[in-house]
């Protein structure tokens, strides 16, 4: 078997890897959308693991994640792909822009909002503990 992965150039470990496990492709194309909150903020499901989901959430000017600060398992990294947000969990409130990153412990209460007059996008990284 080390002779065969040594031919293909891959590690041994590679025919231990169940299907589940190996690298997964989500085209763009292929991306499953969906909406969300009252303002249906439009939602871009990107590759996902185990326990890491990656979005691409479009908040339209004067749109938010919801009405009131909400908190939920997990832990996010964001990246504002376009456009300025303000962003808010529990007393810390900061206004990001294009190139800005954050992260945050979900279980605290937290908003994002577009409050320009131009549309703002945010790619957003999810870490849960299951599944």
Not at 13 to 32: G, N, P, Q, S, W
Not at 105 to 116: D, E, F, I, S, W
Request: proline residues 5%; contains cysteine.
């Amino acid at each position: 078997m080390e002779n065969i992965a040594d031919a293909l150039n891959v590690p041994l470990a590679y025919f231990l890897l169940k299907k589940e496990e190996r690298m997964k492709v989500v085209r763009k194309a292929e991306r499953r959308v969906t909406t969300s909150g009252k303002d249906l903020l439009k939602v871009e499901h990107l590759s996902a693991s185990k326990n890491v989901k990656m979005r691409i959430v479009t908040l339209p000017p004067g749109t938010a994640t919801g009405p009131e600060p909400r908190a939920h398992e997990g832990q996010e990294v964001h990246l504002v792909i376009k456009g300025t947000i303000y962003a808010k969990q529990g007393e810390d409130v900061f206004i990001l822009n294009e190139g800005d990153s954050f992260s945050w412990n979900a279980c605290t209460p937290h908003l994002v909002k577009n409050m320009t007059d131009e549309t703002a996008i945010v790619l957003i990284s999810v870490y849960t503990e299951t599944d």
